[in-house]
């Protein structure tokens, strides 16, 4: 609960403000009713007129992207954290993260999930599922599989808050969860009216409360391999453990899951196991091989059921998670949550979490509260994933640490590893050192991963950007660089026996012929011979990460060796292919923009991708591993833009800057930009290469609030953890070129950013108005650096590792500010420093 200094002006009402927080917080921590916090929070904050940073956890809200395909995880967690509980909403194509904001009807309560990820659900093992009681006082009449028992929600009751959900069922129950790093944990509240005690139970008309709780071993895409699922019942305690083995949900393979359920609140009065309908009170224990465990409805588990809750009409369920072992899996739970206290399991989470964001403070006065809320809620999201699973891998013993749902990194290493690493340095180097360790073990790095799989490579091999990233930020500790290195080169030379789980394909190709023909078959390996043209870039890029490790430790051959490579992505640009596309009326029109990355035969020859091709404007959805497509989840038009390595060079091939500008601007002027996936992130900030930084601050302000805002449905595309990366720096005013110590400047939306990412001094972007000019300006006049006149327009590293004060004067008009041809980003093969040596 820091206040901010925001100058001399501001200090008289301190004092007041310091008793109102001193009374708040009071209220704040012994209110038992976690709703009304918010009730006053808000206001009161917004009628101080800001400038006083209260409690920042207000504006996380985690149900931004529950619905519109953001796939969003919503329940509690720690940072990173393995446990992950929330209800799992029984809708297909919505549900990958369990919980959906919308009316669909809710089949449990799982444990595990992943945050943001496209495609089909991850994880959502173990559901557990509270009936008040069953028909008739009958355990054999309460529904036991996943389509009998599904009930929909009450309306307006989802609550969530860092730390906290809960939802209320149609069968009265209310289902409250929260999370230490491995345990869920779940406080069930039943109806306290419906007893008549003078009435003998098993006559009453409505069921009598007499709770009973089910543990299916299912998960949620109903992917558990049934031949070794099983479970047990403890008669004495009710102690539930059970084991399942699940696939991945965007990979390939299979992985084992455990878990370890406690319950607190009521007597046990019998319990028993299902299979599919059938319930039993007989038997104790489910064993695949034993019992046959097979059944059409894929459900099956174990079940408790209990007396009348004694006081309060609550049961506490905790279930502790582990993919080691059910001993583990119990073991972490008694270490995590040895009280079974809900509410103090919530505070430690939102102790956590305030210090986490706490890194970063905001003035925010004059700026909607919205923005405050799109702007912590997104940095909350990005540190959702990768999970930290360090001690509970089972696939290797290692001192170093584990982590997992690298989801995919093709999304992550243009936004949200950039960010960590100013925010969170020592995490990002667990990361990498996780990378880094998974390349000891399976042989290469992933490109994407989850739940100890092998996923799907869309594009390049990212994990090298990340890598040479890490290194250039400075992000070092206990990271082993030899390997490291000698991880990339083999990305680059290695061909996989399938690289559409690892690697590279067509390397020999690619060394040859200098680009990806698109008739070259890969005979070392195998993988889907498609993204011919997205491949292309995207090597090209990895290539210039690996060249810069190259550099960097001194491997001076395989720095010229991938330098070279890195130019690569001149070789797939048709200078002559047109813009053309159909309009309403189906007459072929043409824009006057020539020159497309295009598919090229072997012979130098180039075939014909339609430039707008999986855009919004035309097929979206034609581009994944189709092997009739030679750009993946984009268009052409999309992947024009990519060179980051070398802009200089991008936009004399385009004709020059107004030619460059003029493009980048129809791209998101004319609806083919498709905001919803993470390669558009950077063409946002490109047109700083063009010398026209205000028009990115153009288009920043268009897309916030119109495409990333603070509604439930306020995310264009499935989040993975990066969007909430991409609006969180895009508000504090820069955007990071990942694997180059650059990013791009443009105004910020707050008037004051500080940031403490544990330099020597806090890194400071201050927001001034320009005289003369109404505020509410979006473009920068000019800019000081520690006092001293700043004319680049974007900023190295140094300024977040080493701290310092950068002043931007903002107005209405774009100005001449960072346009001069030695104020651009740097365009590597045109740098002599960084050329030097090579004899260029
Ligand atoms: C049990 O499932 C059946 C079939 O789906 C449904 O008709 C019935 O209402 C359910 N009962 C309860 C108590 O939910
Ligand atoms: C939700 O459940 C709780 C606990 O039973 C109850 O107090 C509350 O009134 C319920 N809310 C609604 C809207 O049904
Ligand atoms: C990851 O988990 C390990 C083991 O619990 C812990 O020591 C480490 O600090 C965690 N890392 C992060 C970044 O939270
Ligand atoms: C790479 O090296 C080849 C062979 O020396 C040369 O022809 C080519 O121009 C170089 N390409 C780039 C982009 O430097
Ligand atoms: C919020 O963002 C979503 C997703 O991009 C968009 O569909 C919606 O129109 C936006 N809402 C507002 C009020 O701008």
Known sequence: MALLSIGMDFKRPLRLLALVVVFGFLLFRYNPLQESRYSWMLPMDWSLNGGYRPDILQYVNPLIGTINGGHVFPGPTHPYGMAKPCPDSMIRGENAAGFVSDDSPIGGFSHLHDSGTGGSPSMGNFPIFAHPGCPSDDYTQCNYTITDRMLPRVPGTAEAHVGY??????????????????????????????????????????????????????????????????????????????????????????????????????????????????????????????????????????????????????????????????????????????????????????????????????????????????FWSGLYRSMLSPQNYTGENPLWESKEPYFDSFYCIWDSFRAQHPLLTILDPNAQAEMVRALIDIYRHEG?????????????????????????????????????????????????????????????????????????????????????????????????????????????????????????????????????????????????????????????????????????????????????????????????????????????????????????FDRLDYYHSSGIADMGNEQSYLTVFQFHYAGRPGRSSYWVNQYIPAQFNASVNGIPGNDDCAMGAFVAMSLMGFFPVAGQSVYLLTAPFFPEVKIKSGGPRPAVIRRVWAAGQEEGGIYIQSATLDGKPYTRNWISHDFFSGGGELELVVGTEEGNWGTADEDLPPSFPHERSWMDGLGT
């Open 444 to 660: 290469k790095l992933p490109d994407c991963r989850m739940s100890f799989s092998k996923g799907f490579t869309q594009g390049g091999s990212n994990a090298d950007v990340v890598i040479a990233d890490a290194f250039i930020k400075g992000v070092t500790e206990g990271i082993d660089w030899d390997t490291a290195y000698e991880a990339v080169i083999s990305d680059a030379e290695v061909t996989p026996k399938d690289w559409s789980l690892e690697g590279r394909g067509n390397i020999e190709a690619w060394e040859q012929y200098g680009y990806i023909p698109v008739d070259d078959r890969d005979l070392q390996g195998n993988g889907p011979h498609s993204r011919t043209v997205s491949r292309t870039v995207e090597y090209a890029y990895d290539d210039f990460a690996i060249a810069t490790l190259a550099k960097e430790l001194g491997h001076e051959t395989d720095f010229a060796k991938y330098m070279n490579r890195s130019g690569f992505w001149r070789n797939i640009w048709n200078p002559e292919q047109e813009d053309l596309y159909h309009d309403a009326d189906g007459d072929v029109q043409r824009t006057n923009f020539k020159g497309f990355p295009q598919p090229r035969f072997k012979d130098g020859t180039f075939k014909y991708q339609t430039t707008r091709m999986c855009s919004p404007v035309y097929e979206p959805h034609k581009c994944y591993f189709d092997t009739a497509q030679s750009t993946y989840e984009g268009s052409p038009w999309l992947y024009s833009f990519y060179a980051p390595q070398d802009m200089k060079g991008l936009v004399e091939v385009f004709g020059g800057k107004q030619k460059f």
């Open 165 to 374: 959900f809960a939802l209320n069922l149609t069968n009265n129950v209310r289902a409250e969860m929260t999370a230490s790093t491995r345990t869920a944990l779940y406080r069930f509240t039943f109806p306290s009216t419906q007893d008549d005690t003078s009435i003998s139970r098993d006559t009453r008309p409505n069921p009598p409360i007499s709770p009973l709780l089910l543990i299916d071993l299912q998960d949620l895409g109903q992917t558990s391999l049934s031949a070794s699922a099983g479970c047990q019942v403890y008669a004495e305690s009710g102690r539930i453990i059970g084991e399942g083995t699940f696939m991945p949900s965007f990979g390939r393979g299979t992985y084992q899951a455990y878990f370890c359920a406690d319950f607190r609140g009521a007597a046990v009065r019998r319990l028993g196991t299902f299979i599919g309908k059938e319930a039993r009170a007989d038997t104790t224990y489910l064993n695949a091989v034993d019992r046959g465990f097979q059944n059409p409805s894929g459900s099956g588990g174990a079940w408790v059921q209990f007396e009348r809750p004694e006081e309060s009409d609550q049961i506490v369920a905790r279930v502790g998670m582990s993919f080691v072992s059910v001993d583990q899996a119990c073991s972490n739970a008694e270490a995590e949550i040895p009280d079974f206290d809900f509410d103090r399991t919530v505070r430690d989470v939102e102790m956590i979490w305030s210090e986490k964001l706490s890194v970063v403070e905001l003035d925010t006065r004059g700026v909607h509260p919205d923005m405050q809320t799109i």
